[in-house]
């Protein structure tokens, strides 16, 4: 420890910077090269201990990391930067090799990303107790570290993350693009090897990991708050913690996936049938959100096709729609999804010893998370799935398999018709009265329901003029523009960024929405936020229209907690612009990181009106709504 | 493309053979639907509702001066004069309807309505409940059936009438929910059934006084020793408030406007009998007074779905100072007053008109702003004095949810 730390100190302006940098890790957990080291060649401690922990901890399990130090670390990193000469501080933490950090790094890892050998020699808690006394430095680095790592160990080394050495982050970055990028090959051709080889060993190592590292936070807090704590505690703590755990797990029936919790990730990860590519340099904020490289998911799929035995061809295909993006629309894709499952339906016949009730259940989970994997469900698309579970579970038992089959498949269209396309008219029957001739009417995106609107307000007669704010990447307005043009309405079309210019001579705005939440938050299209909110400036009405299917219990203040990262390859590429490629070859820069959100939130001041399939009304009776339609028509 | 419906086509075609009931919204915003010329009250760009307010309200006891005494005369020869239009809606109507039958009996409903909107102390949804009683009298259904789609013609040409007043609205609306969702009506025979509804029209009178019963009860507690309270208009509510917090002992003061059509006046009358120490204010005044004013209280013709108010004219701006200003604003309002409308502003709700008075000839080529109500959004407004209860703005569409779906 203490060589170690003198050189850490030397090199004080260094070491911190690298200690702090949090940006870019997903990247780093991938390309690790320390981690594939370990299987390999164990003994070659140092180096593989840094690398290992800044790297698998950061990337691993962000969530670990309380926020708030983490930004504290960024800004001091920053300040900081200037004096940096990083590489050749990296370059020498690489070879000199700290022997009592050494032992804990070599234990860590197992050959799969995800599996973790439980062979660590034990040494960490030594190394915590008799940590130096904490300097600012230490401190910083306990901050970062990840939990998660520590734990993996199978023993107590919840203490290793005060050692990690700042510099291993620096020593990370250095690996050239194709070093990491052999790494990684050569980790999916051993994590390939490993399941072949039989799963068992692995998975239960790495159920013991996960078990171990669900309560990550609690542990990593604890530890990085008193730096002396004994390794016994810790492993108490994990020991009690993975009960409790389990049954929570059981209690909560969906708890929506965190992307940054790692071990889940990887459970997720060996379920998966679709194989996506974790995409690069995600935004700190969002790391909790599933980010993949789109593109490479479909050949591999495709190849999958018939190893997927369980999956209906029908569910099959509308996986793949959604992950092309061929369907798109919260009613599209939820009608899709309903015809697919009816068809799935029709297929189906009970295995013998079975009921039809359960594993029909069952069956339908499995062909959700299929969807999922392909595109995360929307709200709406929830709320059906709700629907159609809660369908089958009251099947009479005495039913024949016949019988429940077509009472279901009656179910879904009659919810297909009810709750989608005849709410849609109900809705349009509504917002058509708030138009009057000589509006000017302004709409973002392409909402389906606010193109009915619009036309039947056409056709009633009214003489109005439309205003079309569309935006990149997906301009999604244009198709819109396309079909109002064709009928013969008067259009403008603008983009988000001329909004408020044009927002002065508007009169009503109509936006689509793909949730609306109890509090009255409207969830809908990345941008609508924007409009609603210039347009209250602006003292314009803003009316949204939403089918009360799509309306959801659950309260949500911000965009971040639950939201969709798209491709960020379409932000930082213009179609058609040759000209524009300032970001050519930029796109893996650790320092850059691209954020292409899909939905945001509305906070409920800035709606005047909602209108749904029960009539107009305010933001406020949205709870009242949600609760009647429950005990009227739907589940419960 | 196969989940977008040709709904639309669909629609047209029921929009246009569709006669019935059409919102009172779109019925004055499109060029004349089929139906524009039946029985609408031929004067319509005035509105009934707030003519015949001005008439009851505006009526200042022999006492008072002289120029309100004129101004008296004045009404009741406009309603004098709206009588005669009455006669002639009829004649109007009977151009339009395709149903004979039915365009008869909207005639008497419509006559059975005014008969009984002429009494100042009725409230206008009462009138309406009652004329729709008088038709269920009158009816020689043999069944259920018949007898709602009568009631739902007849209430439909009582809303299309006069489609400024929201109580009407309201009141036909209720009792049409109550004829068609009373299950009890299922199982009795015909006859029974009929008599209960009529029974029921009767009552109804009963609970409009009750609600103010009631109203006046829960808004005890927010008046207290020695406030000075706003008040805009003539509200029977608001006076039946007063008037308890009067005989509880309550020392406070009133301040009455008395534009802009004068029942300020006529309460501020009444409220000189009562022997509150009262003080009329001109409208333009409101902000001047502002501070020394404790309370805001309203009546309203209309409670809508947002939880804001359709009040007299005034209301709005009053509302605002109160507002800028962090004085509570108030509104009594009977529940059979809320009704399922929306409007996003001002200009989007029926206009409902009234000639206003300036004393002097308006040279031809002036335009005079003769809207006699504004559009108070909730969220100028504290609470709302109810029945049910006293309500914040966002409960209203609450208890509208669940009263009518």
């Known amino acids: ?636 | 493309m196969w989940w977008r419906s040709a709904s639309f086509i669909l629609d047209r075609q029921q929009h246009q053979n569709r006669t019935v009931a059409p919102s009172p919204e779109s019925f004055l915003l499109s060029s004349p639907p089929p139906m524009a010329d039946s029985p609408l009250n031929p004067k319509s760009n005035i509105s009934a509702y707030y003519q015949t307010r001005a008439a009851h309200h505006a009526v200042v006891t022999s006492d008072w001066l002289a120029q309100a005494q004129a101004a008296v005369g004045r009404h009741s020869d406009d309603d004098g004069s709206l009588g005669d239009d009455k006669g002639a809606a009829p004649i109007g109507g009977g151009g339009g309807g395709g149903e004979e039958e039915g365009s008869g009996k909207a005639f008497s409903v419509i006559d059975e309505f005014n008969s009984w909107r002429k009494q100042p102390a009725l409230a206008e949804a009462v009138a309406a409940i009652r004329a729709l009683a008088a038709v269920i009298r009158t009816s020689e259904a043999t069944t259920m059936m018949e007898l709602e789609i009568e009631l739902k013609k007849a209430s439909d040409s009582l809303k299309s009438w006069d489609t400024t007043s929201i109580s009407l609205t309201a009141g036909c609306d209720l009792f049409m929910l109550y004829v068609t969702r009373t299950s009890a009506l299922e199982y009795e025979d015909f006859n029974s059934a009929k008599s209960r509804l009529i029974e029921r029209a009767e009552k109804f009178g009963e609970i409009s006084c009750k609600a103010r019963r009631i109203i006046a009860m829960l808004s005890q507690d927010f008046i207290f020793d020695g406030c000075t309270i706003l008040v805009h208009g003539f509200s029977r509510v608001v006076l039946e408030v007063l008037k308890t917090a009067a005989e509880n002992k309550k020392h406070f003061r009133v301040l009455c406007t008395g534009r802009p059509d004068r029942t300020g006046l006529r309460f501020s009358n009444e409220l000189a009998k009562l022997d509150v120490p009262v003080k009329l204010l001109i409208d333009s005044a409101v902000a001047y007074t502002m501070d020394e004013v404790d309370v805001v209280l309203f009546g309203a013709d209309g409670v809508v779905e947002s939880g804001g108010i359709i009040n007299m004219m005034g209301t709005f701006q009053i509302a605002l100072v109160a507002h800028s200003m962090n004085k509570p604003v108030y509104v009594a309002a009977e529940s059979y007053k809320f009704a399922r409308h929306y409007p996003l502003d001002q200009k989007d709700m029926s206009p409902a008109r009234r000639p206003i008075d300036f004393g002097v000839p308006i040279p031809s080529k002036v335009e005079v702003e003769t809207s006699a109500r504004d559009y108070t959004p909730p969220q100028y407004l504290t609470l709302l004095f109810t029945d049910l209860g006293v309500l914040t703005p966002s409960v209203i569409s609450d208890e509208l949810i669940q009263l009518y779906l």
């Open chain 1, 1 to 636: 420890m203490d060589p170690r730390r003198t050189a850490r100190t030397v090199s004080d302006p260094k070491v911190r910077q690298v200690g702090f940098f949090t940006p870019a890790p997903p990247e780093r957990s991938i390309s690790d090269p320390p981690r594939f080291q370990d299987p390999i060649q164990p003994p070659s401690p140092s180096p593989t201990q840094v690398n290992d922990h800044s790297p698998s901890g950061n990337s691993l399990s962000p969530v670990m990391i309380p926020p708030a130090h983490h930004h504290s670390d960024n800004f001091l990193r920053t300040a900081l930067q200037v004096t940096s000469p990083t590489k050749a501080f990296s370059y020498s933490a690489k070879t000199v090799t700290i022997p009592p950090e050494n032992e804990d790094v070599a234990s860590s890892f197992s050959p799969g990303r995800k599996v973790f050998s439980a062979k660590s020699p034990s040494s960490f808690p030594g190394v915590k107790a008799s940590s130096v006394p904490a300097s600012e430095l230490t401190t910083v680095s306990v901050v970062n570290l990840p939990p998660g790592i520590s734990e993996k160990a199978g023993g107590a080394s919840v203490e290793v993350q005060n050692d990690r050495p700042v510099s291993a982050k620096t020593l990370k970055e250095k690996t050239s693009k194709a070093e990491r990028r052999a790494l990684q090959e050569a980790q999916r051709a051993a994590k390939a090897a490993a399941k072949a080889e039989g799963t068992k060993a692995s998975s239960a190592a790495s159920k013991v990991v996960t078990s171990a590292n669900t309560k990550p936070s609690k542990a990593a807090k604890s530890s990085s708050q008193k730096n002396d704590g004994s390794q016994v505690a810790a492993s108490e703590k994990k020991g009690g913690d993975r009960a409790p755990e389990k049954d929570r797990k059981k209690d909560a029936p969906h708890p929506r996936m965190q992307y940054d919790d790692k071990s889940r990730v990887e459970k997720a990860k060996k379920r998966a049938v679709v194989k996506q590519t974790e995409a690069r340099n995600r935004v700190e904020l969002f790391r909790h959100l599933p980010q993949y490289e789109h593109g490479t998911q479909l050949p591999d799929l495709e190849t999958k096709f018939f190893e997927l035995d369980p999956m209906h061809p029908a569910v099959y295909k509308v996986g793949l729609q959604y992950l092309s993006g061929d369907i798109r629309g919260g009613n599209a894709r939820c009608i899709a999804m309903f015809q697919a499952f009816k068809e799935a339906i029709k297929d189906y016949s009970t295995p013998p010893e079975k009921t039809l009730i359960r594993d029909l259940t069952a069956r339908i989970s499995s062909y959700v998370s299929f969807l999922i994997e392909c595109r995360p469900l929307s709200i709406s698309m929830g709320n059906a799935i709700k629907f159609l579970k809660n369908r089958i579970a009251k099947l009479p038992l005495a039913l024949s398999e016949s019988e429940a089959k077509s009472t279901l498949m009656l179910d879904i269209d009659l919810f297909i018709n009810e709750k989608i396309i005849l709410s849609e008219k109900v809705i349009v029957k509504h917002a058509v009265t708030k138009i009057q001739d000589g509006d000017v009417l302004l709409t973002y995106g392409a909402s389906s329901v606010v193109e009915m609107i619009l036309l039947h307000a056409h056709e009633l007669g009214k003489h109005f003029h439309v205003v079309v704010v569309d935006s990149r990447p997906k301009l999604e307005g244009q198709l819109l523009l396309r079909r109002l043009v064709r009928k013969g309405l008067s259009c403008t079309y603008t983009h988000v960024n001329a909004v408020s210019c044009i927002m002065q001579d508007v009169t009503r705005v109509f936006l689509g929405a793909s949730s609306v939440l109890s509090n009255g938050t409207v969830y809908s299209r990345v941008g609508t936020a924007c409009v609603a909110m210039v347009a209250h400036a602006f003292r314009v009405p803003v009316l949204v229209c939403c089918e009360a299917y799509k309306f959801h219990e659950r309260v949500q203040l911000d965009s971040i907690c639950f939201n969709e990262l798209g491709n960020p390859d379409a932000i930082s590429k213009v179609q058609g612009r040759e000209e524009i490629n300032y970001l050519d070859g930029l796109v893996n820069q650790e320092n850059l990181q691209l954020l292409n959100l899909i939905y945001d939130a509305t906070p409920s001041d800035y709606v005047s009106m909602i209108i749904t399939d029960y009539g107009m009304i305010p933001p406020t009776s949205v709870p009242v709504i949600v609760r009647e339609y429950r005990r009227d028509h739907l589940w419960s």
